[in-house]
């Protein structure tokens, strides 16, 4: 499975942005995906998964209220509305492909790892 992750810029603080991630194939469609993200100097850290029906999602408590994790399975595309950034958020953000069809957090819970695309807010 590739993931294609999309829809990364530049965007003032309070601004939005919407990324994407595109997986080659359907496989996806039977598993949780998550966005994580990476700043300078940083871990990689969780933001938010979806499970494979999309019934069930989680968010990182630092984004709760703010950002909005979708997907359509149709689509083999899952997605990241980000409202409100903050500079905090500038990151580059990961989508990745769980082992399993319930949302987690733990990177080793995913097998699968897109390339990244880069979020700048500025202040």
């Known amino acids: 499975v590739q993931l294609q992750a999309c829809g990364g810029g530049l965007v003032q603080a309070g601004g939005s942005l919407r990324l994407s991630c595109a997986a080659s194939?359907?496989?996806?469609?039977?598993?949780?995906v998550g966005w994580f993200r990476q700043a300078p100097g940083k871990e990689r850290e969780f933001v938010a998964s979806?499970?494979?029906?999309?019934?069930?999602?989680d968010y990182a408590d630092n984004v709760q209220g703010r950002f909005t994790i979708s997907r359509d399975n149709a689509k083999g595309t899952v997605y990241l509305q980000m409202n409100h950034l903050k500079p905090e958020d500038t990151a580059v953000y990961y989508c990745?492909?769980?082992?399993?069809?319930?949302?987690?957090?733990?990177?080793?819970?995913?097998?699968?790892w897109g390339q990244g695309t880069l979020v700048t807010v500025s202040s």
């Open positions: 990745a492909v769980s082992r399993f069809s319930y949302t987690g957090r733990a990177l080793t819970n995913y097998q699968y």
């Open positions: 194939r359907r496989t996806s469609s039977n598993n949780a």
């Open positions: 979806i499970s494979w029906r999309g019934s069930s999602t």
